[in-house]
């Protein structure tokens, strides 16, 4: 194992994602999860999830206020908007430095404490920031209408440097003249999505990483090795809070519209669900959790009793009755259910999440593959 | 000339008074051993070398700097390095990853954020941590986890961990507590090695047979009070020793 081979790797990872990320439209076609509104989200949440995996999957450290960092984030970006320019690079970096600041903030507090206690803590922040937004800090987050595009924004980058008179329609997001939504958006989000796929490669494999995982393993031993772990902890979860904040931007990129509800404990929630899910700690298992948990969102809430009675018309009339009004728990509204049933499943036989089921799989077939080449040898031998 | 010198260190818990104006010398490339009955303040007092506990009174020095109020990574940056009791290794990484990390603590400083290259690209480090391993007779098991490893191998990884960083000193706490006599026989041959390239260690320590096959001076703790520090021959006769270590029996 040499350094080249372990970099062409890294590489071969990368490229092999983008290839399927940049194909994401036309992969989820069959599905009927093709459409733009759906895919920016996938890249959108595989970002979150991706960041959310370098503070936990690495560290250890669970946060369940991550979503206060995506709150900031779109009201950073939406302040860039309305403010600066409708340019998204200037309003990511917004979003990202806020994030940022806000991350070494509550987690300079928050570190303080592990386990339990630095949860309860995140978890506590979140609460505190989602209640600000909707009472002190409304000149800021304009509360419960949420920060929207307005005719009479400033605007200076684009008026005074530029020039541009959006007249009198509201204005979108747009680079070199190209509008941030549907397609086009997607592929600013696929574009990000992959960049921070490699940074995350790049920090898995790098001796930062190796510490953050020391860190995780044995905080005792690792102080007295002469690591301090404080600054360690700081910078993975300030990263993590970076990537929650590109997340909450590329939202507003997409869509100008921030409200509070992002900040919301569900939505702090969901992250943890969706790394776990997918797999703690792997590289592909964030991503794979958020698609599998956005995409059957999309498709469970959309099945009503129509549906289900199609989907069981081949069954006899007092059965597919009883199938569907089964059903109906578990979709519509009420497709929660299923996903904590998932979750459930998923935690108790693949603690390693459904990146280990695939391994798995592929090692059974690996097995199976190699028996029947030996019982086929074995077969040509007999009959010579 | 002393690279550890202890003078007047008083450390009370509540009522209990764990170490009682102790004073400790050791001398710069020996082995120093702490011997003492349960509960004469032997953890206690090396609790206090490493940023553990701080001592109410009294003053230790290394290399005359102090360690008082220092944290355990900025005592372990001076050049002490710890092996514990029970081993304290990275349990889910790999035998090479858990000596990787003090060398690149050694190499790059108590942080830093080189968050770019890749592990594997750091040759030396590799190098350094794959001879470590080899040292302690580890290196064919460079790529199991930690975890997997009997307990004797644990330590013996414990203490490459510890030796990859070329420490001025070396403080080992009951290295062969729970070991059988052939381990025990192996690791003291271990220290005998590592003690002949010239590292000074502080050791604490149970067996006696451990003791005398190491120790160039020795030290007894005996409720929280240094009664002798002499050479082992003179130890072994010592009456005062032998009735607060052994209860007046004779050895």
């Known amino acids: 194992m040499t350094f080249s081979n372990q970099k062409q790797k890294d590489y071969l990872i990368t490229a092999l994602f983008a290839v399927i990320v940049l194909l994401a439209p036309i992969l989820l076609q069959p599905l009927g999860l093709g459409f733009a509104d759906m895919v920016q989200k996938l890249a959108i949440f595989g970002i979150f999830a991706i960041g959310f995996n370098i503070l936990f999957g690495l560290t250890g450290y669970l946060s369940f206020g991550h979503a206060a960092f995506l709150g900031v984030g779109s009201y950073a970006a939406m302040w860039a908007f309305k403010l600066l320019s409708m340019n998204p690079i200037i309003a990511l970096l917004f979003a990202v430095v806020f994030a940022g600041l806000f991350a070494l903030i509550i987690g300079f507090v928050s570190l303080r404490r592990s386990g339990i206690y630095f949860s309860i803590l995140t978890l506590a922040f979140a609460e505190m920031s989602y209640r600000l937004a909707y009472s002190v800090l409304t000149p800021i987050t304009n509360g419960e209408t949420g920060l929207q595009l307005v005719q009479s924004d400033p605007r200076i980058i684009d008026t005074a440097v530029f020039g541009i008179d959006y007249g009198a329609v509201l204005p979108t997001s747009s680079l070199f003249g190209i509008q941030m939504t549907l397609y086009p958006g997607f592929y600013f989000c696929a574009a990000l999505l992959i960049i921070s796929f490699y940074i995350s490669v790049r920090i898995f494999r790098s001796p930062f990483g190796l510490m953050l995982r020391a860190v995780k393993s044995n905080q005792n031993r690792m102080n007295y090795t002469g690591l301090h772990s404080r600054p360690y902890t700081l910078a993975a979860f300030v990263i993590s809070g970076m990537y929650a904040g590109l997340a909450g931007g590329l939202m507003v990129v997409t869509d100008p519209l921030a409200g509070a509800e992002r900040m919301f404990w569900t939505q702090s929630g969901e992250v943890v669900l969706m790394t776990i899910l997918g797999g703690v700690g792997t590289l592909f298992g964030p991503i794979l959790g958020a698609s599998t948990i956005k995409m059957a969102e999309v498709k469970l809430t959309e099945q009503n009793y129509q549906t289900l009675s199609e989907a069981f018309s081949f069954l006899p009339l007092g059965l597919q009755e009883f199938m569907v009004s089964v059903a109906s728990w578990f979709t519509g509204d009420k497709w929660h259910l299923t996903i904590g049933l998932l979750f459930m499943v998923i935690v108790i036989f693949l603690p390693g999440g459904l990146v280990e089921g695939i391994r798995r799989l592929a090692k059974l077939v690996k097995r199976k593959i190699t028996k029947k080449d030996q019982s086929d040898t074995a077969s040509t031998v007999a009959a010579e | ?251």
């Open chain 2, 1 to 251: 000339m002393s690279i550890l010198s202890v003078t007047g260190v008083n450390k009370r818990f509540g009522g209990l008074k764990a170490l009682d104006d102790v004073n400790l010398n050791v001398e710069e490339g020996t082995v120093h051993a702490i011997i003492g009955p349960n509960g004469a303040g032997k953890s206690t007092l090396l609790n206090c070398f490493v940023g553990r506990l701080t001592p109410d009174t009294g003053t230790v020095l290394f290399n005359e700097k102090s360690l008082i109020g220092l944290a355990p990574h900025e005592i372990n940056q001076a050049g002490v390095s710890r092996v514990f009791q029970t081993p304290e290794i990275f349990s889910d990484l790999s035998l090479l990853e858990n000596v990787m990390i003090p060398a690149f603590a050694k190499s790059n400083g108590a942080f830093s954020l080189n968050a770019w290259q890749s592990v594997e690209g750091q040759t030396s480090i590799n190098e350094e941590a794959l001879e470590g391993l080899k040292d302690v007779g580890l290196d064919s098991k460079a790529t199991m986890l930690a975890s997997q490893l009997s307990r004797g191998d644990k330590r013996r990884l414990e203490l490459a961990m510890c030796l990859v960083q070329k420490p001025k000193l070396l403080l080992l706490d009951e290295p062969t507590a729970g070991m059988a006599r052939a381990d025990t026989n192996n690791t003291i041959d271990l220290l005998k090695k590592i003690s002949g390239r010239g590292l000074t260690m502080v050791v604490i320590e149970h067996d006696m047979h451990v003791v005398f096959s190491l120790a160039q001076k020795i030290s007894v703790l005996a409720q929280g009070h240094v009664i002798v520090e002499d050479r082992p021959e003179n130890i072994k006769g010592n009456p005062k020793v032998q009735e607060a270590y052994l209860g007046g029996a004779h050895l």
